[in-house]
């Protein structure tokens, strides 16, 4: 098999199959942040939606967590990656209770299936994260709340951003 790219041509061999998705680019400060409402979080979360992937089952996200904010309870369904770019955040009750914590500028990563019973920040902190697959909130004792994926978050932001 030969260079993908011939006499200065981008185009795709003919082998690959033609994308209908485009790249796409992101300007933070041109999104307003929106609320990340309950069930999902307390004491006043705000989100912006950088990038929904429905042909991976992914989202991307950046979240601004004011101090004493948390996450309500979860399950990653699938891995996901972050990385903390401000402050502080208490994974799986941070290293006082066998988790993690994590100081900024510094990165995560969440296999599938990591159960979450609080997500806290003890300090204004700031991180970017992509999913790739939902996240199952629960109630303490066990119950199902919400499952929120790439789909019902768009819809979500969508919604708000209206």
């Not at 790219?5 to 033609?18: C, G, Q, R």
Request: proline share 7%.
């Amino acid at each position: 098999m030969g260079s993908l790219v011939k006499d200065n041509d981008t185009k795709l061999p003919s082998f690959y199959p033609k994308s209908h998705i485009e790249g796409e680019f992101v300007h933070l400060d041109k999104i307003p942040w929106q609320p990340m409402p309950e069930p999902f979080c307390k004491n006043g979360i705000r989100w912006k939606l950088l990038h929904v992937s429905p042909e991976l089952g992914s989202w991307t996200a950046i979240f601004d967590c004011p101090a004493g904010s948390s996450f309500s309870s979860h399950i990653h369904i699938g891995p996901g990656e972050y990385l903390l770019t401000k402050g502080r955040m208490d994974v799986r009750g941070g290293d006082d209770e066998g988790g993690d914590t994590a100081y900024a500028v510094g990165y995560g990563y969440e296999p599938s299936m990591a159960l979450h019973q609080k997500t806290y920040f003890p300090v204004d902190s700031e991180f970017y994260m992509t999913f790739i697959g939902p996240l199952h909130f629960i109630d303490d004792d066990g119950n199902t709340v919400a499952v929120a994926g790439w789909r019902e978050l768009q819809s979500l932001w969508l919604q708000q951003t209206a």
